[in-house]
């Protein structure tokens, strides 16, 4: 087996797979060999993904966690990304949007990483990579629920590092700062309402301001280290977080 093609016969599950970073961890992930299922709500985007990495959509709606709790999940790889955004003061923040970020971001994983172990322990192996967040290590003002998630997905990584570990299953969370994904884009306008700012203004100074590096990171510079910590080089890494936030976290 080349390096290139070091997850050969193995099955990864990517969630949120049908655009930004989900979208480039599938193509990384199969890249190397990996059979990729793309999970995603947007069934067209699922197939769509699917399709150009040779692999299988799942339409999932990871807000409905009640649907997740008996499932059984067959996966040597399993990503968690799926996420929304919301942005507003404490004090406005809509209480069901709070809610709703848990589920999706907090509890799913959680779910997912339960569903995908059994297995894994059969085999002896398996690796679970969690998409955090800069925000996962560090604070912003006005995201409450997409900080609390993150830090909770955090830990919950750790956990399964600690537990997984004798079975042969790493954990770890890769920590982007600002993606151009779609996601991104998307809170642009909210960005510039909460802070009295016009939108052009948004990307310099809101987003970029704590970077060392004024550029937006790229979906497939986070795939590519996706992948890495899915291959034989990463055995000894779990319970750890890599940034991928131009220095934002330095300070």
């Given at each position: 087996m080349s390096d290139e093609t070091y997850l050969d016969g193995r099955r990864a599950v990517v969630t949120g797979g049908g655009s930004g970073i989900g979208a480039a961890a599938a193509a990384a992930l199969a890249a190397r060999g990996a059979h990729v299922v793309v999970a995603d709500r947007d069934a067209e985007a699922a197939k769509r993904v699917a399709d150009d990495v040779g692999g299988e959509a799942w339409v999932v709606d990871l807000a409905d966690t009640r649907e997740l709790d008996h499932l059984s999940l067959d996966a040597d790889v399993l990503v968690n990304n799926a996420g929304i955004q919301r942005v507003s003061p404490l004090e406005e923040f809509d209480p069901e949007a709070f809610r709703?970020?848990?589920?999706?971001?907090?509890?799913?994983?959680?779910?997912?990483?339960?569903?995908?172990?059994?297995?894994?322990?059969?085999?002896?192996?398996?690796?679970?990579?969690?998409?955090?967040?800069?925000?996962?290590?560090?604070a912003s003002p006005f995201k409450s629920a997409y900080v609390a998630a993150k830090h909770g997905l955090e830990g919950l990584s750790k956990v399964t590092a600690l537990e997984g570990g004798p079975h042969g299953v790493t954990s770890n969370c890769v920590n982007p700062g600002y993606v151009r994904t779609p996601l991104v884009e998307k809170q642009i306008a909210d960005q510039a309402r909460v802070h009295g700012i016009d939108e052009?203004?948004?990307?310099?100074?809101?987003?970029?301001?704590?970077?060392?590096?004024?550029?937006?990171?790229?979906?497939?510079?986070?795939?590519?280290?996706?992948?890495?910590?899915?291959?034989?080089?990463?055995?000894?890494?779990?319970?750890?977080?890599?940034?991928?936030?131009?220095?934002?976290?330095?300070?």
């Open positions: 709703l970020i848990q589920r999706i971001m907090l509890e799913a994983p959680f779910l997912l990483v339960r569903a995908v172990l059994p297995g894994m322990y059969e085999r002896g192996w398996g690796r679970v990579v969690n998409l955090s967040s800069v925000h996962g290590l560090v052009s203004e948004v990307l310099e100074k809101v987003l970029l301001t704590e970077s060392a590096i004024k550029s937006l990171t790229e979906p497939a510079e986070v795939g590519e280290l996706v992948a890495w910590l899915a291959g034989p080089s990463a055995r000894m890494v779990t319970g750890a977080s890599w940034t991928v936030d131009g220095g934002w976290s330095a300070r």
